[in-house]
C-alpha cells in the first residue's frame, strides 16, 4: 500500500462525484456528501486531524518496507520517496498556513490563509427590508480604510501583524471579495457580475494612486498586471494539487498612504462565472517568508463555478416583486 493524495475534482456545492475516496482522509465522494469542499486535497485535509493524517501516511511507509522484500523493489523505493515528499508538503503547509480551512459553503469558496492570519474580523450584521433582503452596509468596520476606498464585493477580512520597520511589526489586511452577491441583487440598474473583477482593480488603482496599463506583462514587476499560476507547474507541489491561474498586480504607490508604508498584493481568479479578488495589504518590502506562505496559501483556494440565482424579489427578474437593493457590501 502506497498513499497517494487525494485530488477530487471541484464540484458544485452540496454535490460530489460518486466512487471517489482519499486515501489518505478515507473520507467517500458520496452524492450529497456536504463536506465535499473538505474532503478536498488542495485544502490540506482541514477537517482531518493532524496526527491522523500522519499516522496513515507512516502505515503507507510501513506497509512499502514490508513488501520491499517481495516483487519490483526499486518501484516501491519510487514510491516511498514520492509518500516522504508528500508529508514534507503536509509539513510545509501546516508550518505556513491557518487551520482549519476558512470554508463558506454559503458561496462555495474555501481557503487556507496564510499565517499569522488567523481570525476573521467580525462582520456588521446588516438590516434587512420588508422582503428580508439585506440593506447596504454604510460604513464596515473591514473596509481598508487606509487606501479611503471600499472594496466592492467584500466577503471576509482577517487583520494581524507584518515586520515593518526594523524591530517593528505593522498592521496587515487580508481580503476576499466576490461577485457572488452581485449575483443575487442583480437586477437592471445593478453592477454587472461579469465586470467584477475590473471594478475591483478600478477602486484599488483609485486607492493606492497608481496607474496600472492594459494588458499584462510577460515578468512581475510593480503596478502592472501579470500572469501567476499557483503552485508552478514547474513546482513539485503541482503534483499535489491543481495550480490556480490568476491575475496578479502588485500595488506599490509612490508615497506612504495615511501615513502608513504601505504595498499591496492583487489576485483575481474566475471559476466559471464566479469571479473572486485576494488582495493583502501589507508593509512595504516584506520579507520573503510570508509572500512563500501566501502563494502556497493561493494554491489551496476552491471556488464553485456555479453562480448564484437573483432573488425573486429584484427588479426585472420574472416572478419578482418589489424594487431591488443595493450592494450590500459583503
Given at each position: 500500500?502506497v498513499v497517494?493524495?487525494?485530488?477530487?475534482?471541484a464540484?458544485?456545492?452540496?454535490?460530489t462525484r460518486p466512487g471517489?475516496?482519499?486515501?489518505?482522509?478515507?473520507?467517500?465522494?458520496?452524492p450529497?456528501?456536504p463536506d465535499?469542499?473538505?474532503?478536498?486535497?488542495?485544502?490540506g485535509?482541514?477537517g482531518?486531524?493532524?496526527?491522523?493524517?500522519?499516522?496513515?501516511i507512516?502505515?503507507?511507509?510501513?506497509?512499502?518496507?514490508l513488501?520491499?522484500?517481495g516483487?519490483?523493489?526499486?518501484?516501491?523505493?519510487?514510491?516511498?520517496?514520492r509518500?516522504k515528499?508528500?508529508?514534507?508538503?503536509?509539513?510545509l503547509?501546516?508550518?505556513?498556513?491557518?487551520?482549519p480551512?476558512?470554508?463558506?459553503?454559503?458561496?462555495?469558496?474555501?481557503?487556507?490563509v496564510?499565517?499569522?492570519?488567523r481570525?476573521?474580523?467580525?462582520?456588521?450584521?446588516?438590516?434587512?427590508?420588508?422582503?428580508?433582503?439585506?440593506l447596504?452596509?454604510?460604513d464596515d468596520?473591514r473596509?481598508?480604510?487606509?487606501?479611503?476606498?471600499?472594496?466592492?464585493?467584500?466577503?471576509?477580512?482577517?487583520?494581524?501583524?507584518?515586520?515593518?520597520?526594523p524591530?517593528?511589526?505593522?498592521?496587515?489586511?487580508?481580503y476576499?471579495?466576490?461577485?457572488h452577491?452581485?449575483?443575487?441583487?442583480l437586477?437592471?440598474?445593478?453592477?454587472?457580475?461579469?465586470?467584477f473583477?475590473?471594478?475591483l482593480?478600478?477602486?484599488l488603482?483609485a486607492?493606492?494612486g497608481v496607474m496600472?496599463?492594459?494588458?499584462?506583462s510577460?515578468?512581475p514587476?510593480?503596478?502592472?498586471?501579470?500572469?501567476?499560476?499557483?503552485?508552478?507547474?514547474?513546482?513539485?507541489?503541482?503534483q499535489y494539487t491543481t495550480?490556480?491561474?490568476?491575475?496578479?498586480?502588485?500595488?506599490?504607490p509612490?508615497?506612504?498612504?495615511g501615513g502608513?508604508?504601505?504595498?499591496?498584493?492583487?489576485?483575481?481568479?474566475q471559476?466559471?462565472?464566479?469571479?473572486?479578488g485576494?488582495?493583502?495589504?501589507?508593509?512595504?518590502?516584506t520579507g520573503?517568508?510570508?509572500?512563500?506562505?501566501?502563494?502556497?496559501?493561493?494554491?489551496?483556494?476552491?471556488?464553485?463555478?456555479e453562480?448564484?440565482?437573483?432573488?425573486?424579489?429584484?427588479?426585472?427578474?420574472?416572478?419578482g416583486?418589489?424594487?431591488?437593493?443595493s450592494?450590500?457590501?459583503f
Amino acid at each position: 500500500m502506497v498513499v497517494v493524495p487525494c485530488n477530487l475534482e471541484a464540484a458544485p456545492i452540496g454535490q460530489t462525484r460518486p466512487g471517489r475516496k482519499c486515501v489518505v482522509c478515507a473520507i467517500d465522494a458520496a452524492p450529497g456528501n456536504p463536506d465535499n469542499l473538505q474532503t478536498r486535497f488542495e485544502v490540506g485535509f482541514a477537517g482531518i486531524d493532524r496526527s491522523m493524517r500522519t499516522a496513515v501516511i507512516c502505515c503507507g511507509w510501513l506497509l512499502g518496507c514490508l513488501l520491499l522484500g517481495g516483487c519490483g523493489g526499486a518501484e516501491y523505493e519510487a514510491r516511498l520517496q514520492r509518500s516522504k515528499e508528500l508529508y514534507e508538503y503536509l509539513q510545509l503547509l501546516d508550518q505556513s498556513l491557518a487551520m482549519p480551512a476558512w470554508n463558506r459553503a454559503d458561496i462555495g469558496t474555501a481557503l487556507r490563509v496564510p499565517l499569522p492570519f488567523r481570525q476573521t474580523m467580525a462582520a456588521p450584521v446588516p438590516e434587512q427590508d420588508e422582503d428580508g433582503n439585506p440593506l447596504p452596509i454604510v460604513d464596515d468596520p473591514r473596509q481598508p480604510h487606509v487606501l479611503g476606498v471600499d472594496l466592492p464585493g467584500l466577503v471576509e477580512a482577517w487583520q494581524g501583524e507584518l515586520p515593518g520597520a526594523p524591530g517593528e511589526l505593522a498592521e496587515a489586511r487580508l481580503y476576499i471579495c466576490s461577485n457572488h452577491q452581485r449575483y443575487l441583487n442583480l437586477g437592471p440598474n445593478t453592477p454587472a457580475p461579469e465586470e467584477f473583477l475590473r471594478d475591483l482593480e478600478i477602486a484599488l488603482q483609485a486607492g493606492f494612486g497608481v496607474m496600472v496599463p492594459e494588458g499584462e506583462s510577460q515578468t512581475p514587476a510593480d503596478n502592472v498586471r501579470y500572469r501567476h499560476i499557483s503552485p508552478a507547474r514547474s513546482s513539485n507541489h503541482s503534483q499535489y494539487t491543481t495550480p490556480r491561474d490568476f491575475t496578479a498586480i502588485r500595488f506599490v504607490p509612490s508615497e506612504p498612504l495615511g501615513g502608513q508604508d504601505v504595498e499591496g498584493m492583487y489576485f483575481g481568479h474566475q471559476a466559471g462565472k464566479v469571479q473572486v479578488g485576494i488582495i493583502c495589504l501589507l508593509p512595504r518590502n516584506t520579507g520573503a517568508q510570508f509572500r512563500d506562505r501566501l502563494n502556497l496559501a493561493l494554491g489551496t483556494l476552491i471556488v464553485s463555478p456555479e453562480a448564484p440565482r437573483p432573488r425573486k424579489s429584484q427588479p426585472g427578474v420574472p416572478g419578482g416583486g418589489g424594487g431591488g437593493v443595493s450592494n450590500p457590501g459583503f
